[in-house]
Nanobody, 114 residues
């Protein structure tokens, strides 16, 4: 199983980014998908989760109402739309199947700064 995250970058507070995660080596539509993030000096935390068919989602309280997780099973891809970004959203963002298969990808860096 391999995942490749992309879409990160530098954005000003209040801005938006859309992250993508392409998965391979797995029957993508059989698995829920999670987005995690890890800020400098902090533990990795679960940010958002989507079930295998995209009908159920869950979010960490810190991102609820600002982030939206979605998926396209035809493209083996999960997305994270991030709006109203704050400096505390700065982190490396990772995706992973649930339950976890394979290893962590390289992640994509999101930096929110003016």
């Amino acid at each position: 199983v391999q995942v490749v995250e992309s879409g990160g970058g530098l954005v000003q507070p209040g801005g938006s980014l859309r992250l993508s995660c392409a998965a391979s080596g797995v029957t993508f539509s059989n698995y829920a998908m999670n987005w995690y993030r890890q800020a400098p000096g902090k533990e990795r935390e679960l940010v958002a989760r989507i079930d295998s068919v995209g009908t159920s989602t869950n979010y960490a309280d810190s991102v609820k109402g600002r982030f939206t997780i979605s998926r396209d099973n035809a493209k083996n891809t999960v997305y994270l739309q991030m709006n109203s970004l704050k400096p505390e959203d700065t982190a490396v963002y990772y995706c992973r199947t649930s339950p976890r298969l394979g290893s962590w990808g390289q992640g994509t860096q999101v930096t929110v700064s003016s």
